[in-house]
């Protein structure tokens, strides 16, 4: 993890600014994109850059891929461009000089590039090496953009404490949360009767068990609707990723575990029904394209517009339910019961998940034998009294690794 | 038509009190139900009856059913009651003795029991009759939750300018209606890509041309989902019935009629969905039940529960959608030139339609003689200038009996 990393090269104190207030469109949003050069961070720039007099762009940042982030920071007139990789640094020193545009690199520097003064960060660094950049960016009390899923899923009850502390306005970015969002927009706690993430069900919504026990990684890695990495593409495949959405809403939305479920919607056209105590239920609809969700959290309470495909239902024709079987995907079981469970077990479950993909993947175990894999390692750590309450960061960090550690551990014993 | 009735019981003034503000629930929501013993003043009264301590009731109106106006007003502790038919007002009377529920009769009583001081008038008086007591609760400031369809249909210029004079609520009480309301809440009209309502089809969905033309009352009158009128039932089964709803949506909403259109949905789940320029579609769904859309008017912006049965989309599995088709079903065509005309041309569709189906159920005319008969009547109100711009209820009422003047005039050349 490059938390620890040194800060070659500190940046100079910025004055901070007075933050745009809700309906004040005279001048363009400022915004800052942490992974700008992934698949959320090039969405978000595309969308940027078909109305660029809406956007200011403070900072950009990326991993490794230096030469793209001087080019996406130069088109997009940024002051300051952050590379994590430090070995990157003078590539993308040398791409931005005498443009005017700050460099730096490092973990530390990426975390400062969060807390540069904007109105909108878009958090989209995937996995633990977002959590101490989306940290900051919540804690610089602008709108922060979730993409980066560990944040809630392992962190939730601190990040969301650290959104409440620094008085930001917390928007997800993903397609079931941000369908959420839309329906759900203030609405009285009381009056929610259900929020239901729909699932696309994956490549073995109608296989048989036994077929599921059997599958290989080239099977699992066939997503029906969606391209994705290899990790999130199996959590579909296994609906562990329906149980990590779920724990995220949680966090996101003002109800009890008992009111969230998920329902499997094959087309992936419906992304979330929120039902009320009347009987009506508010859904949010959209092809698969991620700018939907960017759109909305860059522009809510207005709309921008994007240039997805529009929804011809007609064209469509059908759509299509089922009741999840926790049988044949008991990942969505055991994700629910780390959620009920509350305190660190979604940490746990994560990163004992993130163990089992990868042992998956690397034909070290069967596909059903991840979400048992997890299912033990939330054992043993319960029996280690590793699920407790957790205040801070890094109490977080510190159950996540010994998760990673239990379950290597059992991992042997496959 | 019963406007220009006397007012044999006048009722005392009452001083005008504070209407409520929102947001202030401390005290009960005084509530007007003009149509108390029609299906959707029951429904509403039964919601009620659940959460009595949420209202108050003050007047309670019925045209011909003293004997139930009575209960229902003895049972809601309301505080007028006033029966339409003047015949029956000893009834109402003697029912009322030594109850302190004040009796009138007449159309001008009804019309003064709508401006009684409420906080809301659901106003469910079906039809022409409707229509007075309505503009008197259109005129009263407070929230009009509107069933009636003829006061948008037909007059919906003079309707919203006259709850725009008033700052009276508009809330929409019919299924599609109140769906748009919901998920349109708060938007930028800039931000509306498009408002489409859902239409069953009716029970010649799938029927061929020919077989339409050739169908009986008996065929019209079986609509697959809701159980409803002759008339209305028959206004599904020609689709002039979404016709209606969308010159009804284009004086609720605030957008152009080209962003208006129609898709038909057979199960009747999904009631209307709203596109926005990011590609976001927002839908409401709920399974048949007149309680949610009235449950909605009252209570919004909060939720009050209404015990409907539960939409269970594992359990229906199946929605569907398909274009309309309008070569089939002229009617919605017919509909949509006369939306796109405006000024009174509504009117003279809404009158000549009314005539029409009537024959149709007399078996004077066939099925698509329906649209026939509407267009060659607005084609005629055209000719005669009376298709022109409305100013009050009174020229409404003028082309409306023009209307229906020529469509029996042309009735004869059938």
Known sequence: MAVTASVPHRLPEAPR???????????????????????????????????PERFEIVALTAQSNAKELAALAI???????????????????DALAKTGIRAAAGAGALTEAALEPADCVMAAIVGAAGLRPTFAAASQ????????????????HVFTAAIARSGAELLPVDSEHSAA???????????????????????????????????TP?????????????KITIDSASLMNKGLELIEAFHLFPVSVEKLDCIVHPQSIV????????????AQMAPPDMRTPIAVALAW???????????????????????????????????????????????????ANEVAVKAFLDRRIKFLDIAALVEETLEAAERQGAICAATNLDDILSVDELARILSNEKLSGY
Chains 1, 2 share one sequence.
């Not at 461009?81 to 990157?88: C, K």
């Not at 009390?141 to 939730?156: F, I, Q």
């Not at 927009?185 to 073995?204: E, H, N, W, Y």
Request: proline share 5%; hydrophobic share 40%.
């Open 301 to 351: 309470p207005d709309r921008m517009g994007a240039p997805t495909e529009k929804l011809d239902l007609a064209r469509l024709a059908t759509l299509t339910f089922e009741a999840p079987d926790e049988e044949r995907f008991p990942a969505l079981r055991v994700a629910r019961a780390a959620m009920r469970r509350g305190d660190t077990a979604p940490a746990v479950l994560n990163a």
């Open 271 to 282: 992304h979330c029904l929120v039902s009320y105590v009347d009987g009506s239920v508010l």
């Open 75 to 93: 088109r997009h007139g940024a002051k300051l461009a952050v590379i994590g990789d430090e070995s990157r640094f003078d590539e993308l020193r």
């Open 218 to 230: 080239e099977q699992a890695l066939k997503h029906p609707n969606w391209s994705m990495g290899a």
């Open 17 to 51: 600014e007075a933050r745009r207030s809700a309906g004040e469109i005279s001048r363009p949003m400022r915004l800052s994109v942490l992974g700008a050069t992934g698949s959320i961070g090039t969405s978000t720039l595309d969308l940027v850059s078909r109305t």
């Open 141 to 156: 009390g602008g709108r922060v953009a979730l993409a980066n899923k560990e944040c809630l899923v392992s962190a939730g």
């Open 181 to 215: 969002f839309q329906v759900l927009s203030g609405a009285d706690p009381q009056a929610i009767d259900k929020i239901v993430l729909t699932a696309s069900g994956g490549p073995f919504r109608s296989w048989t068990r036994d077929a599921i026990a059997a599958a």
